[in-house]
């Protein structure tokens, strides 16, 4: 099927009109708007009237597995710790019917109302809950697989080292197909920071896994586990592959351009939520050591917290406004961390605006990129793998 | 003219259906669901399907005047100072012809379409506009002031001390009716902190004027500020009617929780527009004591910075969000900054959701306060002195 998305300007180049011609899931052509003719009966169009062109937007980090979306509203406990967090939900998430494939996919179909076209999200795989988080993600990927890409990481929320079992079903998520592997706090956590990681870069080596794992250690120890997943990624070969996300550590004065550069020499690219009042990584200075910064939603509506929609363009306004950046090159930098950047950290071949590209478009109210992030409009049309899948903020298509 | 709101839950007391009974502007009744009866002509009847009513939104801290809302794309340079962001702006808003009446009613009509029905905006005053942008304002109030009540405080942005000439325009601005004079980093801005402070308490002495004083001033320098202005709050005699804007002195952690004592003992109002990355004042530790809390917009699209649409709903949750609270209670405070917490900065009578109260409020589709300000979910219907003003983000009367 074809498809003509008509007058839009492209993100990257806002001052063209252009229509956008898509074919088998790929853009063919980017013509000058109002040349390309009406053609076969077959050939779709879509009229952007002007809207400025997002490529699809890349949700990097979340945990859709947790999700109460669409459920009832559960009061939140507001205990202290990640360590408590994380005991309030194993202690809670039975109670809730959690993983539920009903929230899940109310959340995914949100998130693809909102423009997001690819995902990785962080499965909670422990003792308790086995695989059925596994499980009941990827049957919600099967079903929404022509809208959108979900990508998992079997993720050892309670502890790897520390919560005996958890290893070997890592082990067993990605023998069932699951591309990347997560680690958790090393040192709180797991209270076993070199052993965690060796056993992350042990398997990540023995299947060619990725990795990815959650750091909210910051200062001095935040630092030093940076450095020690610098080295590992160094001497397992993995520059490309190892994702730190959260990444408070990157946000200690001290280390900060050290880390960055240590980042930048083995390859490591980080992922952030902006949530909260978490410490942020630096949108500049990551750019400028030409560090891989992506960005996510991390948890929507669950145990951990109430907040959250699934809105990337929002991130990204998160993302530069805790960076305080105000130029246009601070919110591209912004916009680049909730696409382009997300797309290199999941691996994604084809990703952009240009011809042979995979056909995931946005169309929003906007004079430019810039003006998309600080302004957060509402997503006026959203292609996805060449076909128009949600209008003003639902699902056009059936699923 | 009589309105009903029919079937609508009450911000707080959310567990039951009642329909609100509008009269001139004021709540008459309120009774349960489906008890009122259809009565004259002329009574006007909406339909809330349960949604939540919150009270009018209040945005305690705007700066419309400055605002390039609706005008065009304005790269910011990305100044990194306080005092380079005034020096850009002198600059510039002539160029751009600020302050722009259009402008400016552009941004109000959203403001009100956001379901925000009383303003304090902090409008320019200084030898170069003169008093152009309060009279701008002045305008604008006057023509929407059947929808949003507008108040100015005449604020010497530029300085006071500094700024020879300043101080009598602001006492000119006092005598045309503005009720609030504004004050800015008296020790970095104007170097002079003691005689700002006294020029501020002097003149309101004199004229019976409040006083909100911009203060960016953090750690051991904005506590001693802090100090200062409790100190002449008390000798003048002005509980109640001194705020202190921005407060970042409010972060540091050493002095905090002393700062926070002496602002109750003075009756010193705090109001915070948890913008950027700003040292946020502690919602919680603030409640305890019983101090103030009101929340604003700050600048809008402006030459100081790109984001902002005058949303106090997504501003709750911009002040939940950097105060990482996570409990209703939490997320029900951060919302009383953005109502009654504003309305008491403002000295606003009859505020509420009571019988005996002026009849301004916001519907909205949420379960409870918590879950308005954890999702923010789009105004459905906004009334405003009785009258419903707004339908689903869009103005529906003419002004």
């Known amino acids: 099927m074809t498809l003509v998305v008509d007058d839009v300007r492209l993100a990257h180049a806002p001052d063209r009109r252009v229509s956008v011609v898509c074919d088998d899931g ?35 980090h979340a945990h859709v597995d947790k999700t109460l979306y669409s459920g009832p509203w559960v009061p939140n406990p507001g205990v202290g710790t990640v360590a408590e967090r994380i005991a309030h939900e194993r202690r809670e998430r039975e109670r809730f019917g959690l993983p539920s494939e009903q929230y899940v ?72 197909g699951v591309p990347t592997i997560g680690g958790i706090d090393p040192a709180i ?87 909260y009042d978490v410490p942020m990584p630096p949108l500049l200075a990551l750019d400028a050591a030409g560090v891989t910064l992506a960005c996510g939603s991390d948890g929507i509506r669950d145990l951990w917290g109430p907040f959250g929609n699934g809105d990337m363009l929002q991130r990204a306004m998160h993302v530069a406004y805790r960076n305080s950046v105000r130029t246009d090159r601070g919110l591209e930098l912004a916009l680049r961390a909730a696409t382009s950047g997300g797309a290199q950290v999941l691996g994604v071949q084809h990703y952009g605006l240009d011809v042979g590209c995979v056909a995931d478009l946005v169309l929003v109210d906007a004079r430019n990129a810039a003006e998309a992030v600080a302004s957060v409009p509402p997503r006026r049309v959203v292609v996805s793998r060449g076909r128009v899948v949600a209008v003003d903020g639902a699902l056009v298509v059936d699923v």
Not at 34 to 58: F, I, K, S, Y
Not at 207 to 219: M, P
């Open 189 to 275: 956590v797991d209270r076993a920071p070199t052993v965690q990681l060796d056993a992350l870069f042990d398997l990540a080596a023995r299947t060619g896994c990725g990795i990815d794992i959650h750091l909210h250690e910051d200062g001095s120890l935040g630092a030093w586990e940076f450095e020690e997943i610098a080295v590992r990624t160094i001497a397992y070969d993995m520059a490309g592959r190892v994702v730190i996300s959260h990444a408070f550590g990157i946000a200690h004065p001290p280390t900060q351009q050290r880390l960055i550069e240590r980042l930048a020499e083995a390859g490591v690219a980080l992922a952030t939520a902006a949530v």
């Open 26 to 60: 790929l853009i063919v052509a980017i013509e000058p708007a109002g040349t390309v003719p009406d053609a076969a009966a077959d050939v779709e169009r879509v009229d952007g009237h002007g809207a400025l062109a997002l490529p699809g937007l890349v949700d990097a």
């Open 105 to 176: 996919s109310a959340l995914v179909e949100r998130m693809i109302a909102n423009g997001t076209t690819r995902i990785r999200t962080h499965t909670d795989v422990d003792p308790g809950v086995g695989l059925r988080g596994i499980e009941t993600v990827a049957r919600v990927a099967e079903r929404y697989r022509d809208l959108v890409t979900i990508e998992q990481v079997a993720f050892p929320q309670g502890g790897l080292i520390s919560n005996p079992g958890t290893l070997e079903l890592l082990e067993r998520a990605v023998a069932l």
